[in-house]
């Protein structure tokens, strides 16, 4: 009995594997038909614009490690963007720029930043959470606006992109395209099985009733705080990403209008759900480049197609696509 | 005569002026079921908050087996064995029933810093989830999800959550609330199927129930515990009867 039981859902035939897994799947094979479709197109435009969509699909993922498996509403997320992006940015001002050196940097100043605000904002709840990570999140803005070596307020272009073993490998689009690619990879698997681990199932059961594990035993404090590290160190990759990508870093990449943006196509997308995630980042900047060739005021239709989604599409488009696609 | 196992030493708290546990001296034998009763904001339910942990007492000491845990966060207390279920039903809605009882077996087993593997497919969480669900009457809603349950299935989901967390002392708060006279019935057999395995503290207002599976009960009044022993005795105090039983004592 116990066996129907627990297996469930291990037994499913191919056909529903691949019905489950049919989203991810979808969106990764087109992730990886761009840059050969691209060639035949504007080559250049089209490859920045969907490596921006996977380096925000990798922060919305990142973000969705804690707000949507962990309900805790970090609103300074894009701090982490910074730092990653600042990392690349300060280094090479110093001559630095081999990626092995500025990679580890970048992961490591996150994983830092995320281990100090993270044990201080996580002994707060709810409301005092949110303003806790935004004020964080704002300090380190300002911290970048006060870095006059390093730019300023107007920031700083790179002398050119990461080089690997002191190769220019990533200065090809196409390159670093792939690289960008194998990262969102790499997050997203990494994530899923984070997410169904016994670390990520202690994650899972605080969002439901954080009481209730406290009383079977666990001390959620520290899980969350791990969760917080990873999900920083993971958008901190975005970030070391990003700045290689737009050649550029400057303290637009902190703001708080950013972090709210992150929160934005992680609800889009369908809170909890990995690959909404990267779903959200994909509608959220594809909607925002190309609705403007439509009409100047495509923010009057962007608002409320956001507005429309929340109230009415529950899971996001994700929930929207189950829908269409079948049973609820 | 069995051993003391749970001690509670001139345990206090206030809520601002109030005095809510003034001065609780309790022994709990190793293997007894004993009942804390009386009236409505005598104070029961915040005596358990302050022996699981989730309310810091002011002052007075609690010792578990001769150690004290006063200071003791709720899921150090866990670990020491003393497990608490909540008035109002308290599980985790989202989660199949397995997977909520499973989830306290796992607290138990091993570290839950592991970050690869599918927790919900490990066996040995699951056999001994499952254990406990067949324990309470539950196994065949194992595949359920938590949030769909009848109301007193999830009483007996809170008493497996319970049970898998192996306790060495059980404190129960109003496992009975709020359920029928059906559902009732079920859940009373089955405490009287667990006593003389585990201690258990238990608050409740049936009092039918109360008499039927106490060893030993103590009365809670304002606070403080104005008396303590055998159903019988307890039935035939004249300080209860005039306290909470609310008879005119001739």
């Known amino acids: ?328 | 005569m069995s051993a003391v196992i749970l001690r509670l030493e001139h345990l206090c708290k206030n809520y601002g002026a109030l005095a809510v546990t003034q001065d609780v001296n309790l022994a709990l034998l190793e293997n007894e079921l004993h009942a804390i009763i009386g009236p409505n904001g005598a104070g029961k339910t915040t005596l358990i908050h302050q022996i699981s942990g989730l309310a810091p007492s002011d002052s007075g000491r609690i010792l578990l087996e001769s150690k004290e845990i006063t200071h003791l966060t709720m899921p150090e207390r866990v670990h020491r064995g003393l497990v608490r279920s909540f008035q109002i039903t308290s599980i985790l809605p989202g989660f199949s029933v397995l997977e909520n009882v499973a989830l306290a077996v796992q607290a138990h087993e091993g570290s839950s810093f592991r970050f690869f593997g599918r927790a919900a497919g490990e066996a040995k969480l699951n056999r001994q989830a499952m254990e406990a669900l067949e324990e309470v009457g539950l196994a065949d809603r194992a595949a359920r999800r938590a949030g769909l349950l009848s109301h007193g299935e999830k009483r007996q989901l809170e008493l497996a959550i319970a049970l898998a967390a192996k306790p060495k002392v059980l404190l129960l708060d109003e496992p009975l609330a709020g359920t029928g006279p059906e559902e009732s019935e079920g859940l009373i057999a089955l405490l009287q199927s667990l006593k003389g395995r585990i201690t258990i503290l238990l608050i409740e207002h049936d009092m039918d129930a109360v008499f039927a599976l106490a060893d030993r009960i103590s009365v809670l009044v304002y606070g403080q515990i104005i008396a303590t022993g055998s159903p019988a005795e307890i039935r035939e105090n004249r300080d209860v009867r005039v306290a909470y039983l609310g008879e005119e004592v001739a």
């Open chain 1, 1 to 328: 009995m116990e066996k129907a039981v627990v297996s469930s859902s291990e037994t499913a035939a191919p056909p529903a594997f691949l019905r489950r897994e049919a989203v991810p799947l979808l969106l990764f094979a087109l992730l990886l038909v761009v840059p050969f479709v691209a060639r035949f197109f504007a080559e250049s435009y089209l490859l920045s614009l969907f490596m921006r969509v996977m380096i925000f699909a990798i922060a919305a993922l990142s973000l969705d490690l804690i707000l949507g498996y962990g309900a805790l509403v970090s609103f300074g997320h894009a701090a982490f963007l910074g730092f990653g992006a600042y990392a690349v940015g300060i280094l090479a001002a110093h001559g630095i720029t081999e990626a092995t050196l500025q990679l580890p940097l970048a992961l490591l100043s996150s994983a830092v930043f995320a281990l100090v605000t993270g044990a201080l904002s996580l002994r707060t709840k709810g409301v005092y959470f949110i303003m806790i990570t935004l004020a964080f999140g704002q300090m380190a803005f300002f911290l970048a606006v006060s870095l006059a070596a390093y730019g300023g307020d107007d920031g700083m272009t790179l002398p050119g992109r990461s080089r690997l073993f002191g190769l220019p490998l990533l200065e090809d689009d196409r390159a670093l395209y792939a690289l960008i690619f194998l990262a969102l990879g790499g997050c997203y698997l990494l994530s899923r099985s984070l997410v169904i681990s016994r670390f990520g199932r202690v994650i899972r059961g605080a969002r439901e009733n954080p009481q209730r594990m406290a009383a079977i035993g666990f001390p959620l404090f520290r899980y969350q705080l791990t969760m917080y590290v990873i999900a920083g160190t993971m958008c901190g990759l975005a970030g070391f990403l990003f700045a290689n990508q737009t050649g550029f870093v400057s303290p637009a990449y902190m703001t708080w209008q950013r972090s709210g943006e992150l929160i934005v196509m992680v609800v889009l997308g369908g809170l909890g759900s990995l690959h909404g995630a990267i779903l959200g980042a994909a509608a959220f900047l594809l909607l925002e480049e190309w609705l403007p060739d439509f009409t100047e005021h495509w923010k009057m239709i962007f608002g409320p197609f956001l507005v429309l989604v929340v109230l009415f599409a529950r899971g996001g488009l994700l929930g929207a696509l189950r829908r269409i696609g079948g049973r609820g």
